[in-house]
T-cell receptor, first 116, second 110 residues
Framework: GAVVSQHPSWVICKSGTSVKIECRSL??????MFWYRQFPKQSLMLMAT?????????EQGVEKDKFLINHASLTLSTLTVTSAHPEDSSFYIC????????????FGPGTRLTVL | RKEVEQDPGPFNVPEGATVAFNCTYS??????FFWYRQDCRKEPKLLMS???SGNEDGRFTAQLNRASQYISLLIRDSKLSDSATYLC???????????FGTGTSLTVIP
């Protein structure tokens, strides 16, 4: 299957700082990338959908100014958590897809963010 | 109301047992359906897509009931390696959005 990487895999930061997470599709061009958040013992919650070269579509309740998404190329999307707070501590997972809505999403390994 | 609802379990079954999970979805415009498997602290991986006619892959059978708005996953002859969380995923065409269920935890016991 296709490979999606995320970097970093784990990050600890102080409250108030910004953290950037990268999501790369390594062996395919992703027309659409998704960002999810997963709290312990809960399911993935879709945060936003991004298509290359256009603005991300955020889910209700997700602050676009706090979670900045850039999808500059067909192989790279970034999520920046701005002015992080302890409640932002979570597992952030990206996924990528190259086809239509019936195509498989391939998930990255996730980034564990801990905000002190 | 949540877009996708699943019984979180946990389901604890002996090896060799048959186990079934159901998942209901609220949006009748939903177009694509999937079952994903997620192992502890790992990313989800596609187990199988769910087609209108139902589909089978080895010990796994997935079915879709559009009238009642649910999908199901049947696992026959459970193996220890089947222990994981199974996530129901529904894609709503409008807005190109995927929604995940909370997942059903399965533990297969020797």
């Amino acid at each position: 299957g296709a490979v999606v990487s995320q970097h970093p895999s784990w990050v600890i930061c102080k409250s108030g700082t910004s953290v950037k997470i990268e999501c790369r599709s390594l062996d395919f061009q992703a027309t659409t990338m998704f960002w999810y958040r997963q709290f312990p013992k809960q399911s993935l919650m879709l945060m936003a959908t991004s298509n290359e070269g256009s603005k991300a579509t955020y889910e209700q309740g997700v602050e676009k100014d706090k979670f900045l998404i850039n999808h500059a190329s067909l192989t790279l999307s970034t999520l920046t958590v701005t002015s992080a707070h302890p409640e932002d501590s979570s597992f952030y997972i990206c996924s990528a897809r190259w086809g239509n809505i019936e195509s498989e999403q391939f998930f990255g390994p996730g980034t564990r963010l801990t905000v002190l | 109301r949540k877009e996708v609802e699943q019984d979180p379990g946990p389901f604890n079954v002996p090896e060799g047992a048959t186990v079934a999970f159901n998942c209901t979805y609220s949006n009748s415009a939903s177009q694509s359906f999937f079952w994903y498997r997620q192992d502890c602290r790992k990313e989800p991986k596609l187990l199988m897509s769910v087609y209108s006619s139902g589909n089978e892959d080895g010990r796994f059978t997935a079915q879709l009931n559009r009238a009642s708005q649910y999908i199901s996953l049947l696992i026959r002859d459970s193996k220890l390696s089947d222990s994981a969380t199974y996530l129901c995923v529904v894609n709503v065409n409008t807005g190109n959005q995927f929604y995940f269920g909370t997942g059903t935890s399965l533990t297969v016991i020797p």
